[in-house]
């Protein structure tokens, strides 16, 4: 964005007229370096995965699709993208469901332990992702030996897992979208004839719907994208796509990875997307 | 439409009493208006007759019915909300269509009966927009058909004018109305409008305190109200503290001796002395009974207001059309020396809170 169209912005806005020159500018350049900061990796990423040569260096020898062609070659990155889209859907399927419940008594009812539940499900945001899987990973062992089976390197001890990773979202998506939501509405369904389970099913959810796609999509991404509390749970032959191109780099520093990121970037995007044309995103999160 | 019968209905939350065994009926085809100002009772009562209230005593009848325990989607009443309370996510149509809907109307069947109750507010055209895309006046016509819809026994309202802006208010209440006329809805709004609740309601409830304080036409709250409160909140009153002399006349707290003839009804403990400021005559120079001296002057266009002081401290507030042309009222100023005068049969003493 050009500067001048940025001053455009900063100044139609939320600066007041009558604010000094100087002041102005300052905070035209605040905003740009902000953007600059969010965007420029991502551009890089996708930069770096056309360049020709193996070591990244400046200025690019050449450009090529070949990083593209390897990653799509080799088995580690097609299997992983597999089992992180499954492991995402399922995540997102059991955990959006398990969150509308969790939230919709933090809203309607009272009960007494409500504050310390509230925060009790917000703490997963809060702890470092390899503590969690640290934990996870000794209380699937514990599991494991007491019921005979098991549980970790699983397909399900990994879903169970970023389920809990993803309630936290869910609960704040959707505690924010009916917070919003005018009990009246509800009230002049029950006043019209509707029953209890009749004005949940016509009414609530329906009007929930943007805080529930939004979580849906905030799940998917989360579980897709997460390395940290996988890395201790996945088991061979169930690698997921962060955790397989975290193995690659131990060997190799080609683009590949950038070229399989970027394809993540435009996977990730397309979904956002998508999403954006059911709810607008913007007003919920 | 059927009779509405509430009988000692009463609300404890906690240690705070909402509604303290309230008494009320509305006879079928018949429009009441709750009014008193906000935490009066007045919604949580509405509320109980919707249901969405348990009572903590005291019962209700509908059409004969006990309807008390029966939960709000049995109980057949229309109910008009504040805020609309329209289904966003629905058309104009399938709102207004709602009911039918839950009363098992077949689809064929709801098409004539939502084109009926859109044709009741004038908004059949607008049967396939959603809420938002429109205005507040037309939405709060979409929640009135939706509820009329489905006939109910009963038509409540829940401060149905108070979102909108004062032109609209107008012509919606003007609406409601004709509506609830035409159509003979036993009809009870809460308001805290004594405008809203004056010019559309058969009958006036005053609420206060989780009480009721005094139950009759717009004219005789007006008119006659029971107490100071009463007075004071169905209009603009002047309320001094005064003693009944002798038959004609009452001694103010500040020593005036002001003409009042006495009532047959008058309550013994009545120590307000009542009077509508239009009911006070005003002419300058000090040749009449009520002496005193013109503290401020407001113009309102059709009426002017005038502050008087009479004797040490004790003001009134006089209202007469603004004065024109020769009017001696025209060249006074603040300060003057004005008098005043009234019919003796104007000013009412009344107690300041009516005991039962």
């Known amino acids: 964005m050009s500067e001048e169209a940025l001053r455009g912005l900063v100044s139609s806005r939320s600066m007041s007229r009558g604010f000094p020159r100087l002041g102005r500018f300052i905070f035209a350049e605040c905003v740009a370096g902000a953007y600059l900061l969010v965007f420029a990796p991502v551009a890089m990423i996708v930069l770096i995965s056309f360049f020709a040569q193996e070591i990244v260096s400046f200025p690019a020898n050449g450009l090529t699709l070949h990083w593209y062609?390897?990653?799509?070659?080799?088995?580690?990155?097609?299997?992983?993208?597999?089992?992180?889209?499954?492991?995402?859907?399922?995540?997102?399927?059991?955990?959006?469901p398990l969150g509308v419940a969790a939230a919709i008594p933090l809203v309607r009812s009272r009960f007494p332990a409500k504050a310390g539940i509230n925060v009790l499900l917000l703490a997963p945001l809060a702890l470092p992702g390899v503590v969690t899987g640290a934990g996870i990973y000794m209380m699937?062992?514990?599991?494991?030996?007491?019921?005979?089976?098991?549980?970790?390197?699983?397909?399900?001890?990994?879903?169970?897992?970023?389920?809990?990773?993803?309630?936290?979202?869910?609960?704040?998506?959707?505690?924010?979208?009916?917070?919003?939501?005018?009990?009246?509405?509800?009230?002049?369904?029950?006043?019209?004839?509707?029953?209890?389970?009749?004005?949940?099913?016509?009414?609530?959810?329906?009007?929930?719907?943007?805080?529930?796609?939004?979580?849906?999509?905030?799940s998917f991404i989360q579980s897709f994208e997460n390395l940290d509390l996988t890395l201790l749970l996945v088991g061979p032959g169930r690698i997921t796509l962060p955790v397989a191109m975290l193995n690659y780099l131990e060997f190799r520093m080609d683009p590949t990875l950038a070229a399989v990121a970027t394809a993540q970037i435009v996977l990730v995007g397309a979904l956002m997307l998508v999403t954006d044309r059911f709810v607008k995103l913007s007003r919920i999160v | 439409m059927a009779k509405l019968t509430v009988e000692r209905l009463k609300k404890q939350f906690g240690t705070s009493i909402a509604v303290d065994e309230l008494t009320l009926e509305v006879a079928q085809g018949e429009m009441v208006a709750l009014l008193g100002p906000s935490g009066c009772g007045k919604t949580t009562t509405l509320r109980m007759i919707a249901g969405f209230v348990a009572p903590t005593s005291g019962r209700m009848l509908l059409g004969g019915n006990d309807i008390t325990r029966v939960p709000p989607h049995v109980r057949e009443t229309g109910l008009v909300f504040q805020s609309y309370a329209l289904f966003p996510h629905m058309t104009v149509a399938e709102n207004v269509g709602f009911g039918?809907?839950?009363?098992?109307?077949?689809?064929?069947?709801?098409?004539?009966?939502?084109?009926?109750?859109?044709?009741?507010?004038?908004?059949?055209?607008?049967?396939?927009?959603?809420?938002?895309?429109?205005?507040?006046?037309?939405?709060?016509?979409?929640?009135?058909?939706?509820?009329?819809?489905?006939?109910?026994?009963?038509?409540?309202?829940?401060?149905?004018l108070s979102n909108l802006d004062a032109k609209l208010r107008a012509e919606v209440r003007t609406e409601i109305r004709s509506l609830q006329q035409r159509l003979g809805l036993t009809t009870l709004i809460v308001t805290h409008d004594r405008e809203e609740a004056l010019t559309m309601a058969d009958r006036l409830v005053v609420m206060e305190g989780g009480r009721v304080r005094q139950v009759g036409s717009a004219?005789?709250?007006?008119?006659?109200?029971?107490?100071?409160?009463?007075?004071?909140?169905?209009?603009?009153?002047?309320?001094?503290?005064?003693?009944?002399?002798?038959?004609?006349?009452?001694?103010?707290?500040?020593?005036?001796?002001?003409?009042?003839?006495?009532?047959?009804?008058?309550?013994?403990?009545?120590?307000?002395?009542?009077?509508?400021?239009e009911r006070i005559a005003i002419e300058p120079g000090h040749h009449a009974e009520i002496k005193g001296q013109l503290e401020a002057v407001t113009y309102l266009g059709a009426h002017t207001e005038y502050q008087v002081l009479l004797g040490e401290s004790e003001r009134v507030v006089v209202t007469r059309p603004t004065p024109v042309r020769d009017d001696p009222m025209l060249s006074v100023r603040t300060n003057d020396p004005v008098s005043l005068t009234w019919d003796t049969e104007a000013p009412r003493l009344i107690p300041e809170t009516a005991k039962d």
């Open chain 2, 219 to 277: 004219r005789e709250l007006y008119e006659e109200p029971r107490d100071a409160f009463v007075a004071e909140f169905v209009g603009r009153c002047n309320l001094l503290p005064a003693t009944r002399e002798d038959d004609e006349r009452v001694r103010t707290r500040g020593g005036l001796l002001l003409s009042s003839r006495r009532r047959a009804d008058e309550s013994s403990s009545a120590s307000t002395l009542a009077i509508r400021p």
């Open chain 2, 100 to 160: 039918l809907e839950m009363r098992g109307v077949s689809r064929a069947q709801r098409g004539p009966l939502i084109a009926e109750a859109l044709g009741l507010v004038r908004l059949s055209h607008l049967a396939d927009r959603f809420p938002k895309q429109m205005s507040g006046g037309q939405q709060q016509r979409v929640a009135l058909a939706r509820a009329l819809a489905i006939s109910p026994k009963l038509f409540l309202l829940d401060e149905p």
């Open chain 1, 69 to 96: 062609a390897n990653a799509w070659a080799r088995p580690e990155f097609s299997r992983g993208l597999l089992t992180s889209v499954q492991v995402a859907m399922a995540t997102t399927a059991i955990g959006v």
């Open chain 1, 140 to 218: 699937y062992v514990a599991a494991e030996n007491v019921l005979d089976t098991d549980i970790k390197g699983t397909m399900v001890g990994l879903v169970a897992a970023h389920t809990m990773l993803t309630i936290p979202w869910t609960v704040r998506l959707v505690v924010a979208s009916l917070q919003g939501l005018d009990e009246a509405i509800e009230e002049a369904a029950a006043n019209l004839g509707a029953g209890p389970f009749t004005v949940f099913r016509r009414i609530t959810l329906p009007m929930m719907r943007p805080g529930i796609v939004a979580a849906a999509m905030f």
